[in-house]
């Protein structure tokens, strides 16, 4: 398997404010990772593709500047979720895929914004 | 496009009794994979078997079996022997081969309540 850790495990900030959430692969060096996000009691629903060196790409009505990804190294891709409201109070997780095509995801982190 | 359909909205069993969750997909692709995800209320989706689409035989892992029929487009999870600690949803999912469909897609999910 892919051992991926995600920080923080849940966050709370006051609207208008930045948040950053690192997703790690810990044993396995992650040229592609994907973040998701997932509404209560709903399915999970991809955002975007992390690819290490080059732009993520988004899926259709997902606001690039709105969640801003970088994939800088092989283990590490981050997602800022910029001047955060109310509605983006999700639960956001991030997977790694290796190269057999298996996906591992991290444990999730939630984030509220009041 | 690909697309995967769970339309159980909620499941109980009883401990100890095996269980059966629906998952339908349609595919334009030829190659495909299917997967089955179980969420705790923690929420860390945990990967429990997966299912080729050229492979013959029907994926088992454990307490978990997937019955592929192929023709009727249908991966649907078998639990047998039910334990408390399975009460969680359930998703379902597929990935294709080519550009669009080569991203995992997840069906709504099933919630599983396992009485003792």
């Known amino acids: 398997g892919a051992v991926v850790s995600q920080h923080p495990s849940w966050v709370i900030c006051k609207s208008g404010t930045s948040v950053k959430i690192e997703c790690r692969s810990l044993d396995f060096q992650a040229t592609t990772m994907f973040w998701y996000r997932q509404f209560p009691k709903q399915s999970l629903m991809l955002m975007a593709t992390?690819?290490?060196?080059?732009?993520?790409?988004?899926e259709q009505g997902v606001e690039k500047d709105k969640f801003l990804i970088n994939h800088a190294s092989l283990t590490l891709s981050t997602l800022t979720v910029t001047s955060a409201h109310p509605e983006d109070s999700s639960f956001y997780i991030c997977?790694?895929?290796?190269?057999?095509?298996?996906?591992?995801f991290g444990p999730g982190t939630r984030l509220t914004v009041l | 496009a690909q697309k995967i359909t769970q339309t159980q909205p909620g499941m109980f069993v009883q401990e100890k009794e095996a269980v059966t969750l629906d998952c339908t997909y349609d595919?334009?692709?030829?190659?495909?994979?299917l997967f089955w995800y179980k969420q705790p209320s923690s929420g860390e989706m945990i990967f429990l078997i997966y299912q080729g689409s050229y492979d013959e035989q029907n994926a088992t892992e454990g307490r978990y079996s997937l019955n592929f029929q192929k023709a009727r487009k249908s991966a649907n999870l078998v639990i047998s022997a039910s334990q408390l600690g399975d009460s969680a949803m359930y998703f379902c999912?597929?990935?294709?081969?080519?550009?669009?469909?080569?991203?995992?897609?997840f069906g709504k999910g099933i919630t599983l309540s396992v009485r003792p």
């Open positions: 595919t334009s692709d030829q190659s495909y994979g």
């Open positions: 999912a597929m990935r294709g081969a080519t550009g669009a469909n080569s991203k995992l897609t």
């Open positions: 992390s690819n290490e060196g080059s732009k993520a790409t988004y």
């Open positions: 997977s790694v895929q290796k190269k057999n095509n298996e996906q591992f």
